[in-house]
């Protein structure tokens, strides 16, 4: 089943602003939007922005997401170390029936 | 506290199966869809499967249909995946989920001889 287009990595230092994107199509990011999801090496994924752009509680300001169209945007300001992970976004796919991810990309806060 | 726990992984052999649980707490059950989704070592996540809330829905990925099976019971708040006929290629870290909102910790799922 096809996947979400990310870019497979994205090198940035710390304190600086990070923008990840996401593409799809009209079945899925175009049609209800996607989330967001942080996976550090050995842990479970943790959801940083619902489909609906808003971030669930306890997550930091730092992190905001947008859409437009297709593609779908995380915005990660003032870099700290602990923001070195995998970034991946996730969508409905209404053609599917089912989720697509994408491949996800790994963020190194030099 | 929100939180879904997984159970039932383990060593399997090629062709054989496992029930995987993942029991529900800290929301409220019967208002999500849930969903199975596998993350291989060293691999992105895939989904697997999926179950509206009422339990009469389901959809799979087309890599486990005719082979997984998803249900719930929402006396319990429980989800489950029925996996049979498993493969090497099944191994993985599978996780409960919601997907846009909650996630479980996943339980590990090895398909070898």
């Known amino acids: 089943q096809a996947g979400l287009t990310q870019p497979p990595s994205m090198s940035k230092g710390l304190g600086q602003t990070a923008t990840l994107t996401c593409t799809g199509n009209?079945?899925?990011?175009?049609?209800?939007?996607a989330a967001w999801l942080q996976q550090h090496q050995g842990h479970p994924p943790k959801v940083l922005s619902s489909?609906?752009?808003r971030r669930p509680s306890g997550i930091s300001e730092r992190f905001s997401a947008s859409r437009s169209g297709n593609t779908a945007s995380l915005t990660i300001t003032g870099l700290q170390p602990e923001d070195e992970a995998d970034y991946c976004c996730?969508?409905?796919?209404?053609?599917?029936?089912?989720?697509?991810f994408g491949g996800g990309t790994k963020l190194t806060v030099l | 506290e929100v939180q879904l726990v997984e159970s039932g992984g383990g060593l399997v052999q090629p062709g054989g199966s496992l029930r995987l649980s993942c029991a529900a707490s800290?929301?409220?059950?019967?208002?999500?869809?849930m969903h199975w989704v596998r993350q291989a070592p060293g691999k992105g996540l895939l989904w697997v499967a999926r179950?509206?809330?009422?339990?009469?829905?389901?959809s799979y990925a087309d890599s486990v249909k005719g082979r997984f099976t998803i249900s719930r019971d929402n006396a319990k708040n429980t989800v489950y995946l029925q996996m049979n006929s498993l493969r090497a290629e099944d191994t993985a870290v599978y996780y409960c989920?919601?997907?846009?909102?909650?996630w479980g910790q996943g339980t590990m799922v090895t398909v070898s001889s």
């Open positions: 989920a919601t997907v846009f909102e909650i």
């Open positions: 800290g929301f409220i059950f019967t208002n999500y869809w």
């Open positions: 179950i509206d809330s009422g339990g009469s829905g389901t």
């Open positions: 009209s079945n899925n990011v175009g049609n209800q939007g």
């Open positions: 489909r609906d752009n």
């Open positions: 996730s969508a409905w796919d209404s053609s599917l029936n089912g989720v697509v």
